[in-house]
């Protein structure tokens, strides 16, 4: 994990259904994020939180939109 300050954080929630690290890690990777490029923490059971190091705030939106296909 880098040590410099996340470019863009945010925060997803899932709608009472459980946040899985895995799942949303795998969907970044097919999303063409590499993993040095984001940090996935698991908040309350159906949050989780994401800090980008690379993406700008749009960028970083766009993928955001893509997660929260996922439910």
């Known amino acids: 994990m ?8 945010a925060t997803l929630k899932f709608n009472g259904v459980p946040a899985d690290a895995s799942r949303i890690e795998a969907r970044m990777v097919e999303l063409g994020m590499d993993r040095e490029a984001f940090h996935i923490s698991l908040g ?28």
């Open 2 to 9: 880098s040590s410099h300050a996340a470019q863009y954080s």
């Open 44 to 71: 309350s059971e159906d949050s989780a939180s994401i800090h980008f190091w690379e993406p700008d705030q749009d960028e970083a939106q766009r993928v955001l939109q893509k997660i929260l296909e996922l439910q």
